[in-house]
């Protein structure tokens, strides 16, 4: 039989998609539509394997669906600007926008050899002007809608990449692209009032039934709601200052006070500005960042005052007043009291400055002494030592009664607080979005006129320069308005704002009047499947709820608040690592081994080399595939097989040469299928086959429930499935009437994940009617459900009817809606379970 030629066939099939605009969203009314969004890449150089297995996951679908007969929107674009290439630009005497462009070339040119479904007629780039005239559109309109403020405010300061990061930019109090510990600066920045749809982001998680519950809980942690009490402690000794406001969520442990902690910024710190000691120790506090992760890895440090707070309960306790460094200005009212026997940072800082501290709370199955020594006490328990609360149930008792006694007695009110703040959006750095804002003579704010949008960044400039470049081009930043001498702002837009409404921008890219076209938005609006990295549950997805939010402020034309109605996080693509003696990375192509146990460098034979966990791909560790010699090496086809055939796409997939191989091997097995298949057929016909008949529909049903639950894995194996069947249905050499109609079937079913080998069996078999995906008859279904054996410990306790192939987790939810092992579950402890699909499941309780 003739080899598969996938070079050739691939080309052949891509040129004809790019020719023929295949994948142009031509929009039919009589049509449902489908818009399918993968989050767009940033043009680093080259593609990698994450990119291959996001896309090929939304190529899938989006495949799928336009054979259904939907109307899809399958777009791609460029998260072009950021700081990666102005260092890029500075390292290798480049210009960003060159750098950037080049890239794109690369990677657009890698992804068509995909065979994507993609269409680039609506493709964008964030760095274009076309593209960022609008985004500074945008900002104009929600400055007018008082949703954009500008504040002086302490800032995460990455003293490497010299720029202010967002908190969730920060990492372990590392710069999250430098890797450099964050300093807290004081600057004038710019902000989106996020924080203002606190309460909305939060209820309408509510809403997104198709997002994952881990996400959910992410953003939910995120933004924080707590229910607290503000709670003022008089304070002696000083004539101006009467008293000190606190924020607390966990008033019932006032009796454990023993310090107060305010920050550096705080309203008090003007009577100790004149303190040599105190400006040395205000200098010392902008060495520890601003987010929680970098304040919790600081080193704590105080400044003790003369000032003494009182216990509002107990006006016999007065406790010392410190400056602390890990108390910021702008979360709750910029002070906090320290009860260190239940608060470990509090316990520290207690430990530090030899202060008292005081268990209030012990755990139920303690007795009356229990007492915190080693570390602090935070769990559940009963409130002691705590005179008239003593006894009450912690939290669920104690917090509400202690906020009614303070609110009763005038000492403090109940309050909600959010751990949500503002977005600060500026950016000291040259390859960004310019901020469309002036100053006049008096530094007062001046929007630019829309009429001269876009504010272009400055061509061809020095960016080698300390700080940010745009400072340095004064022609650029001089600039009349109104018949006032302005000048420009210099600080560009953070690159999420690009990310947070592109999928707004793909409706109608080539919109040259406004941001999108409201009829276009009405249409395709929600997208109906997000696909993007978990990483990003936090950063660019409560971004993106917020500018739909933001957008739809004061508006009547558009309803959507919620951008992405169906949320897929695909899990990373990981292969082993490899380090030499000193501690170096080495890439899989730099080692060899003759004995696969012992490995040395190519370069250095004598230099061994160990073998480290599987752990994602990154450029840091070495540890990367480059799909461009892969997909030269086995073709595109087989690199989508394989990207998808491991293990559940939310899961990690684990990168081998042999399973590689593998994929390989089976697209030139299929081949030579079809070829045989197409032999027989060519023949005099026999009577139909209903085994054939049952196979083809149980496993229409068997990929549709599949393609619904994202398991595509499970298709792979049906594909093998169907491999193997044909193999032997075929091995006599009988035309069977439905032979060609039911492989005909399955090539459709192919399609999406191998299309280019499927085009091409489907031209070679001269089949004439368009793509349709196959419907199910039912009369050659088995029976649906299977019976399940229920055991506990090994003992049968029930039985349960279910629908076949039930995944774990589906089937132990019926089970708990049914309560059929509730008794046995209330009475001890679930150690493991034991699941054998379509038979048993047995719980091993303890």
């Known amino acids: 039989m003739e080899r598969y030629n996938f070079k050739l ?8 998609w790019q020719t023929n605009q295949s994948f142009k969203s031509l929009v039919d009314p009589k049509k449902e539509k489908f818009y399918c969004l993968e989050m767009f890449p940033y043009p680093s150089g080259k593609i990698h394997m994450g990119h291959v297995r996001n896309y090929t996951i939304g190529d899938v679908l989006s495949r799928y669906k336009s054979i259904c007969g939907y109307n899809v929107l ?10 990666p290439a102005e260092n890029a630009a500075k390292q290798n005497n480049l210009d960003p926008k060159e750098w950037t462009e080049n890239n794109i070339d690369t990677m657009k040119v890698q992804l068509k050899q995909l065979g994507l479904s993609i269409d680039w007629d609506r493709e964008i780039s964030t760095c274009s002007p076309d593209y960022y005239k609008h985004q500074q559109e945008l900002f104009l309109d929600l400055l007018d809608k008082d949703l954009v403020y500008r504040k002086e405010s302490y800032v995460n300061w990455d003293p490497v990449d010299k720029t202010v990061l967002a908190n969730e930019q920060v990492i372990d109090g590392k710069g999250w692209r430098s890797g450099a510990l964050v300093e807290r600066k004081k600057l004038n920045q710019w902000f989106f009032k996020i924080s203002v749809f606190s309460e909305e982001l939060l209820n309408d998680l509510e809403l997104l039934d198709e997002w994952p519950e881990k996400v959910k809980t992410m953003q939910k942690n995120w933004i924080g709601k707590s229910f607290g009490c503000e709670v003022d402690f008089k304070i002696e000794g000083s004539k101006e200052i009467e008293k000190i406001r606190c924020y607390t969520t966990r008033p019932d442990t006032l009796f454990g006070l023993s310090f107060l902690a305010v920050s550096v910024d705080h309203p008090i710190s003007k009577y100790f500005e004149k303190s040599d000691e105190f400006k040395i120790f205000k200098n010392e506090c902008s060495k520890t960042g601003t987010t929680e992760e970098s304040i919790a890895q600081a080193t704590k440090i105080g400044f003790k005052t003369n000032l003494l707070a009182i216990n509002p309960l107990d006006k016999t306790k007065k406790v010392p007043v410190f400056f602390a460094n890990f108390v910021l200005m702008d979360y709750g009212l910029g002070a906090v009291f320290g009860c260190p026997a239940h608060d470990q940072r509090d316990f520290d800082f207690a430990k530090k400055y030899n202060l008292e501290i005081k268990t209030v709370v012990k755990p139920n199955d303690a007795s009356d002494e229990f007492l915190v020594e080693n570390e602090s006490y935070s769990g559940s328990g009963t409130l002691i030592n705590s005179k008239f609360f003593n006894g009450l149930k912690v939290p669920d008792e104690s917090v509400n009664e202690a906020i009614k006694f303070l609110e009763k007695e005038k000492l403090g009110n109940k309050k909600i607080n959010y751990r949500l703040k503002d977005w600060g959006i500026s950016r000291q750095r040259y390859w960004g979005c310019p901020i469309p804002i002036a100053y006049d003579e008096n530094n007062n704010i001046k929007k630019i006129p829309k009429s001269d949008l876009p504010v272009k960044l400055p061509e061809n400039i020095d960016i080698n320069t300390n700080g940010n470049p745009l400072d340095n081009q004064i022609e650029w930043k001089n600039v009349v308005i109104d018949g006032h001498k302005c000048v420009r702002e210099t600080d560009t837009l953070d690159t999420f704002v ?9 409706c109608s890219s080539k919109n040259l009047e406004s941001p999108f076209d409201n009829s276009e938005i009405k249409y395709w609006m929600p997208v109906d499947q997000y696909i993007g990295g978990v990483e990003h549950a936090i950063l ?3 971004y993106s709820r917020f500018f739909m939010r933001a957008i739809n402020l004061n508006q009547s034309d558009i309803k959507i608040k919620e951008p992405f109605k169906g949320l897929f996080t695909q899990g990373m693509v990981c292969h082993e690592t490899y380090k030499d003696e000193e501690g170096k990375w080495h890439s899989p192509d730099e080692i060899f081994s003759n004995d696969g146990k012992n490995y040395f460098l190519k370069e250095n034979t004598s230099k061994k080399i160990t073998i480290g966990p599987s752990e994602s791909m990154s450029k840091s560790k070495k540890n990367t595939i480059d799909p461009q010699n892969i997909i030269n090496k086995y073709g595109a086809d087989a690199v989508r097989f394989f990207i998808l055939a491991d293990s559940p796409p939310e899961r990690d997939v684990q990168w081998s040469e042999e399973g590689m191989q593998s994929s390989y091997k089976f697209i030139q097995k299929f081949w030579v299928l079809s070829e045989e298949i197409l032999k027989i057929t ?6 139909e086959n209903d085994d054939l008949k049952k196979f083809t529909n149980e496993i229409i049903n068997k990929i549709n429930i599949a393609l619904e639950k994202f398991r595509y894995n499970v298709i792979i194996a049906s594909f093998h499935e169907a491999y193997s069947f044909y193999k032997k249905i075929i091995s006599d050499k009988v035309n069977f009437a439905n032979l060609k109609s039911d492989f005909q079937k399955l090539l459709i079913m192919m399609q999406p994940f191998i299309p280019h080998i499927t085009n091409e069996c489907y031209e070679k078999f001269k089949f004439e009617d368009q793509l349709k995906w ?3 008859n039912k009369d050659y279904l088995s029976d649906d459900n299977s019976k399940i054996i229920i055991q506990v410990n090994g003992k049968k306790r029930s039985l349960i ?13 019926e089970i708990n809606e049914k309560g059929l092992i509730k008794k046995y579950l209330d009475n001890g402890k679930l150690v493991k379970t034991i699941y054998i699909k379509n038979r048993i499941i047995n719980f091993i309780i303890k």
């Open 682 to 687: 060519n023949q005099n016909l026999d009577k």
């Open 774 to 776: 196959p419907q199910v």
């Open 498 to 506: 690009d990310s947070s409404w592109y999928f707004l921008r793909f």
């Open 540 to 542: 660019h997805l409560l």
């Open 74 to 83: 399958h777009p791609m674009g460029w998260d072009s600007f950021g700081m």
């Open 801 to 813: 009817s279910t629908k076949k192939d039930l995944e774990e987790n589906e089937i132990i939810n």
């Open 9 to 16: 066939i691939e080309n052949k099939w891509q040129k004809f």
